[in-house]
C-alpha cells in the first residue's frame, strides 16, 4: 500500500506502523542500529524531542503519557494520538509552525516533513533492533532521498544525522536511503 500524501492521512499510515513494531517488542533493552540507543530509546527520541518543536513553534502543547521507562508503548501510544488528533482537527489547516531556522510553514505540512518522515526512519531502527519486518515504502524512501540530497550540506551540519554509509550503485531506495542518514543498511543485533 503507497503511503497517502496528504500529512494526517500519511501520519496514520506512518505512525500505524510504527505503532505495530512498538507493539511487537518484546525486549526494550535490545541494541538499535543508532550508536549507544536500545528500543526503547528509539521511543524516547520520537515522544521527547517533537512536543518541544511543536510547543515552541506553534503554541501546541500535546498531552503527556508515563515516561518512555515506565511504558513505552503507552507513551508512545499517548503521544501518536495526540499528534494525529492536531493533524485531525480541521483548525489545523489555519495554523502554521515558525521556527528561526525554517521560518513559516503551515502546520500540517510541517509536521509532515520533519516529525512523520522521522518517525517513518525510525521505524526501521526499531523494527532492526527488535527484529520485525524492517521493509519500508520504497517510493516514500526514495522521495525523502530525493529531498534530502539536496540539501545535504545543512543536513550533515545540523548533527542530525551521521556520516554516510557507503552502499551498492544499484541499491534499493530503502537502503540507500538508510545509508544517506548514517546507518548502515545490513546492521543486525551484535
Known amino acids: 500500500m503507497a503511503l497517502s500524501d496528504r500529512p494526517a492521512e500519511r501520519h496514520r499510515q506512518v505512525a ?44 501546541i502543547d500535546l498531552p503527556k503519557g508515563p ?20 493533524l485531525d482537527d480541521p483548525e489545523t489547516a489555519h495554523r502554521h509552525l515558525t521556527n528561526p531556522h525554517l521560518g513559516s510553514l503551515p502546520l500540517a505540512a510541517a509536521i509532515d516533513r520533519f516529525y512523520t518522515s522521522d518517525v517513518f526512519m525510525h521505524t526501521w531502527d526499531l523494527s532492526r533492533a527488535t527484529g520485525q ?23 550533515r551540519s545540523s548533527g542530525q544525522y551521521g556520516p554516510r554509509v557507503a552502499v551498492p550503485e544499484d ?7 538508510l545509508g544517506f542518514i548514517g546507518r548502515d543498511p545490513f546492521w543486525s543485533k551484535p
Open 16 to 59: 500505524g506502523l510504527f505503532t505495530d513494531r512498538v507493539r511487537g517488542t518484546r525486549s526494550w533493552d535490545a541494541p538499535a542500529p543508532v550508536a549507544g540507543w536500545t528500543a526503547r530509546d528509539v521511543v524516547r527520541h520520537l515522544t521527547e524531542w517533537f512536543p518541544g518543536f511543536l510547543a515552541s513553534g506553534a503554541g
Open 67 to 86: 515516561s518512555v521507562d515506565e511504558d513505552p508503548v503507552a507513551a508512545w501510544q499517548i503521544h501518536a494520538d495526540a499528534v494525529q488528533a492536531v
Open 133 to 155: 519486518d524492517d521493509a519500508l515504502d520504497p517510493e516514500f524512501c526514495a522521495e525523502l532521498l530525493g529531498g534530502m540530497e539536496q540539501m545535504e550540506e545543512v543536513i
Open 171 to 177: 541499491a534499493d531506495a530503502q537502503t540507500r536511503m
